[in-house]
């Protein structure tokens, strides 16, 4: 598929519309004045929503409640968080002990360095496995999992190196987004506690799991049993949401109320990273599966090389 040729976009065709949350749907601790409206709109001509998030620090059911509480009425099922992803992903290969240093053991243990919803992810989906958060913790691990741990410690990283070094663990991370936006402006995210241990254990994880990996809307297309093409990302980063969807053949709509400004945008010269479409901002969803030239995305050079 020309994936730079939007004339080829027919909404009629997308069943499934994945959101980002952070810059999409939410501005840290606030709904995006058109959150709710936008998601009621896509249900209500029977497409079906999926939130696709790489925050792992909370789990789905916790997620779900949180947003519940709030008046936005999403279900644990609409949600694919990293964690849960990771927990699917060490499920299989836990039952089918897909990996050497599993095949010793009865139970595997596994050492984590992230918050509470990669164990309660890894318990929701009934991972055969038992596991620790505790830098104390001296069992061997055949699994170290990494997510954005915001109480990291000096010997939490030294905990995870251990294994990571000496039992030959499997290296899972959640993610590797290098930042992580607040309210008061970027923090560093999961990739930087990641980065910390490659560098000291010399090795890369065997398995990354949330965007802009292509399995995370793949999994979703899976779920629903689509086509890749008949699915579009609302995103409003370019290096996870946009990359994500180019790699998975997934059609994807950059918001510029997030991370990415008009400019940062326009000085992006790497066509792997420019959207299918750009709307300010998430209420203009609608006007998209309406009117999708009014919203193509034509980076200048590729204006320029069209004119010529
Ligand atoms: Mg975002």
Same mark, same amino acid.
């Given at each position: 598929?020309?994936?730079?040729? @939007? ?12 959101? %980002? ?20 709109? &896509?249900?209500?001509?029977?497409? @079906? ?25 999403? !279900? ?11 927990? +699917?992903?060490?499920?299989? &290969? ?6 050497? &240093? ?27 496995? @038992? ?9 061997? #691990? ?7 741990? !915001? ?8 905990? #995870? /190196? ?34 910390? +241990?490659?560098? =000291? ?15 995370? /809307? ?13 699915? /579009?990302? &609302?995103? %409003? ?5 946009? +990359?994500? =969807? ?23 010269? %790497?066509?792997? /990273? ?5 709307? %300010?901002?998430?209420?203009?969803? =609608? ?5 999708? =030239? ?12 069209? !004119?010529?």
């Amino acid at each position: 598929m020309d994936r730079t040729d @939007t004339s080829r976009f027919d909404p009629d065709r997308i069943r499934v519309v994945v959101f %980002d949350a952070d810059g999409v749907l939410v501005h840290g601790a606030t709904f995006h004045p058109a959150a709710l409206n936008t998601w009621h709109w &896509v249900k209500s001509t029977g497409r @079906t929503t999926y939130l696709l998030t790489n925050n792992s620090t909370t789990s789905r059911a916790r997620y779900a409640r949180r947003w519940q509480r709030r008046g936005f009425p999403i !279900k644990r099922s609409e949600i694919v968080s990293s964690g849960y992803l990771a927990a +699917l992903l060490l499920r299989r &290969v836990v039952d089918e002990r897909a990996w050497p &240093v599993l095949q010793s053991v009865d139970v595997p243990h596994f050492y984590i360095v992230g918050g509470t919803g990669i164990p309660a992810e890894l318990r929701a989906t009934r991972v055969a496995a @038992t596991w620790s958060r505790d830098p104390r913790d001296t069992r061997p #691990a055949q699994v170290v999992i990494v997510g954005l741990d !915001k109480n990291i410690t000096y010997r939490k990283l030294a905990r #995870a /190196l251990r294994s990571l070094l000496y039992d030959d663990a499997v290296f899972v991370a959640t993610n590797r987004d290098a930042t992580y936006p607040t309210e008061t402006g970027l923090w560093p995210g999961a990739g930087s506690i990641v980065a910390s +241990l490659v560098t =000291a254990s010399g090795r890369e994880p065997d398995f990354v799991m949330g965007k802009p990996e292509p399995q995370a /809307l793949w999994f979703i297309r899976d779920l629903v049993g689509c086509r890749s093409d008949e699915m /579009l990302i &609302v995103g %409003d980063r370019l290096e996870t949401d946009i +990359l994500c =969807a180019r790699r998975a053949g997934v059609w994807s709509a950059l918001v510029l109320s997030g991370v990415t400004s008009a400019e940062r945008l326009a000085a992006t010269h %790497d066509p792997l /990273l420019w959207p299918d479409f750009v709307l %300010d901002d998430v209420g203009q969803l =609608a006007d998209l599966f309406r009117h999708p =030239a009014r919203f193509a995305y034509r980076h200048a050079h590729e204006r320029a090389a069209v !004119k010529k």
